[in-house]
């Protein structure tokens, strides 16, 4: 027997091989009858063809049913309709979706694994969005024609939908999870950064992983003095604001994007757009999710803190943690702390018979509880830091221009144990780089950030190739922070990259890059605007 789809009514017909091929027929009739081994189904199928024919056909089957049911809602966010159908593709993924949003389609996967992966003190979650080349009715650019490794743009994208959805799963859930996101079809009216974070919650919110709350995402835009919720590609160019949120039905979760230089008080109130549209959103997914996904995994799944550990803990080093933690110096205070975490482990280890006692990795966390607590109290009796300082002070800021004597622009910027050179190269615009988009057109690039954080910058060995995820996304973070005051093509017609190289991290690298390519950039000779 073979299947195709019918050419009108989009079901699935049969063909026998004793019927010619124009005479479609259609599924009238379907019959089980029950063999005598158990768990075997036989079918009968009855086609009837168009022109009067028939065939009978007996494949003994005993697999699922192609027949699905799905199910759908249709949520507003801003102007924009999304519609979230689940149950007809993906069924055997914990969760699965189809996004719809104008045109524009995106298919969402969660997965978790049969077996522990994680000790429960961490979410070992993975997120990889996907853009097809296709969806947009175009080809790869260069000799390979097959989409493949992650590109920049994707990867920041995973970053998107990560950070919110992170926090929701439950701590203790130790189970590899993993999200999958495809753009499976692309209309070229709204980019979707903010549907791939609907679309991964709506996933997560109908399978059976365990979810706090369903979390949406909403895209911001502030035109003409009026901030606008899911605005379209051509309604961006005129904006002054490009804001990507995302939050629950209670809370903002996550907050990204730039602005041309808006004020507190007009920020405050583009968030509050924002998470209006959201909050709605996902009161209505909250409320679909319960009528059709599947029974979460009960609270057996979660790995439960050993009863009495925290007590043990607290005797056994609570006051010398408390102490380590307000060691100003990070090596130092490193030092302490593992020596601290090391004598807790030994005394409350299990006995040779793996009886008596803790694993090694709930005492650490244990541990981690107790500084956590340790430091917020420092802050709020004391209104002091980890290194002394009050709440509202900053570290020590050492700049210095002109570090590097062959470098068209450098920079070696330092603010406390936070260190980073920046480099600035200018060239002409054959030097951009080509960005060849699934989604949109391809593009020269005339201004890049890139980032490096060797693991010698916290004193480690470590893996050294590739930029990894977290360094292009801090790279992104950064060159966003810097494009608003890069001159215009007709005033600077020059491209312009910019390197940092982290020499010491001790927080917020990424905010020193900045100051650091702001300074290389100036030593260059570059007319930043502001």
């Given at each position: 027997m073979s299947c195709h789809p019918g050419t009108t009514s989009r079901v699935m017909v049969a063909t026998?091989?004793?019927?010619?091929?124009?005479?479609?027929?259609?599924?009238?009739?379907?019959?089980?009858?029950?063999?005598?081994?158990?768990?075997?189904?036989?079918?009968?199928?009855?086609?009837?063809?168009?022109?009067?024919?028939?065939?009978?056909?007996?494949?003994g089957y005993v697999g699922g049913s192609a027949v699905r049911h799905p199910k759908s809602v249709t949520v507003k966010l801003g102007e924009s309709s999304i519609k979230i159908e689940t149950q007809k593709v993906g069924a055997q993924a914990n969760g699965a979706?189809?996004?719809?949003?104008?045109?524009?389609?995106?298919?969402?996967?969660?997965?978790?694994?049969?077996?522990?992966?994680?000790?429960?003190?961490?979410?070992p979650l993975t997120v990889n969005y996907t853009e097809r080349f296709s969806a947009a009715g175009k080809f790869s650019g260069g000799f390979k024609k097959r989409d493949g490794t992650l590109k920049e743009g994707e990867t920041l994208k995973s970053r998107i939908v990560d950070r919110p959805i992170r926090p929701l799963i439950p701590k203790g859930f130790g189970y590899e999870t993993q999200i999958l996101e495809w753009v499976l079809s692309y209309d070229n009216e709204r980019t979707t950064d903010a549907l791939a974070i609907c679309a991964a919650s709506a996933a997560l919110a109908v399978s059976d992983v365990p979810m706090k709350t369903p979390v949406m995402g909403c895209r911001v835009g502030y035109i003409d003095g009026k901030f606008v919720a899911n605005p379209t590609k051509s309604e961006m160019e005129q904006?002054?604001?490009?804001?990507?949120?995302?939050?629950?039905?209670?809370?903002?979760?996550?907050?990204?994007?730039?602005?041309?230089?808006?004020?507190?008080?007009?920020?405050?109130?583009?968030?509050?757009?924002?998470?209006?549209?959201?909050?709605?959103?996902?009161?209505?997914?909250?409320?679909?999710?319960?009528?059709?996904?599947?029974?979460?995994m009960g609270g057996d799944m979660l790995i439960q803190t050993p009863e009495g550990i925290d007590e043990k803990v607290q005797a056994l080093v609570a006051e010398d943690l408390k102490e380590a933690m307000l060691i100003p110096i990070k090596k130092v205070r490193g030092k302490a702390i593992g020596e601290l975490r090391q004598k807790a482990v030994d005394a409350l280890k299990k006995d040779e018979n793996g009886e008596n006692g803790f694993d090694s990795a709930q005492v650490v966390q244990a541990c981690g509880r107790i500084e956590s607590a340790a430091l917020r109290e420092a802050i709020r009796t004391n209104g002091?830091?980890?290194?002394?300082?009050?709440?509202?002070?900053?570290?020590?800021?050492?700049?210095?221009?002109?570090?590097?004597?062959?470098?068209?622009?450098?920079?070696?910027?330092?603010?406390?144990?936070?260190q980073c050179y920046s480099v600035a190269t200018l060239g002409g615009k054959s030097d951009g780089q080509r960005v060849d988009d699934a989604l949109e057109d391809a593009d020269d690039k005339r201004f890049m950030l890139h980032?490096?954080?060797?693991?010698?910058?916290?004193?480690?060995?470590?893996?050294?190739?590739?930029?990894?995820?977290?360094?292009?996304?801090?790279?992104?973070?950064?060159?966003?922070?810097?494009?608003?005051?890069?001159?215009?093509?007709?005033?600077f017609p020059f491209t312009i990259k910019i390197e940092s190289t982290v020499t010491e991290s001790n927080g917020s690298s990424s905010m020193a890059t900045v100051c650091g390519g702001c300074l290389a950039l100036q030593d260059a000779g570059v007319p930043i605007k502001r």
């Open positions: 026998s091989a004793s019927t010619s091929s124009s005479q479609k027929c259609v599924f009238a009739d379907r019959r089980r009858q029950k063999f005598s081994s158990i768990g075997e189904r036989k079918r009968r199928i009855r086609c009837l063809s168009v022109r009067g024919g028939h065939c009978d056909v007996d494949d979706v189809v996004c719809t949003e104008g045109e524009t389609v995106l298919y969402s996967t969660v997965c978790a694994a049969r077996e522990l992966s994680a000790d429960g003190g961490w979410v904006s002054r604001l490009d804001l990507v949120m995302a939050g629950t039905k209670e809370a903002v979760l996550m907050i990204e994007g730039f602005g041309d230089f808006l004020t507190t008080e007009e920020m405050i109130s583009g968030i509050a757009c924002g998470q209006e549209e959201i909050a709605r959103a996902a009161k209505e997914i909250e409320a679909w999710a319960k009528e059709v996904g599947k029974e979460k002091r830091r980890q290194d002394g300082r009050k709440l509202t002070h900053i570290r020590p800021i050492v700049a210095e221009c002109g570090v590097l004597p062959r470098t068209h622009g450098s920079a070696l910027f330092t603010r406390g144990e936070t980032y490096f954080f060797p693991p010698s910058s916290v004193g480690e060995c470590g893996r050294v190739g590739g930029a990894n995820r977290r360094e292009i996304g801090h790279g992104n973070l950064a060159e966003r922070a810097l494009l608003p005051i890069i001159p215009n093509d007709d005033d």
